[in-house]
């Protein structure tokens, strides 16, 4: 939904986006992951513990823009 929200503005209005991400050209089977102290936890391993971080798929992000 966002990077389509982002196309029709540039698309309204001009200009270009510039995505800079971790991620790879095709899907993953689970891109949602936790990270506490520098190592990756279980996403339910004590909850509110551990920052969450999604991994992009650049190819669904293509698509859509």
Same mark, same amino acid.
């Not at 929200?5 to 309204?12: E, F």
């Not at 001009?14 to 995505?19: E, P, V």
């Given at each position: 939904a966002a990077a389509e /929200? #982002? +196309?029709?503005?540039?698309?309204?209005h /001009? /200009? +270009? +986006? #510039?995505?800079i991400d971790y991620g790879q050209d095709r899907p993953y089977e689970a891109s949602l992951q936790a990270i506490r102290q520098h190592k990756f936890v279980g996403l339910l391993e004590q909850p509110g513990s551990a920052d969450l971080s999604a991994r992009v798929d650049f190819s669904a992000l293509r698509w859509a823009l």
């Open positions: /929200g #982002l +196309a029709k503005r540039v698309s309204q /001009g /200009g +270009a +986006a #510039l995505i």
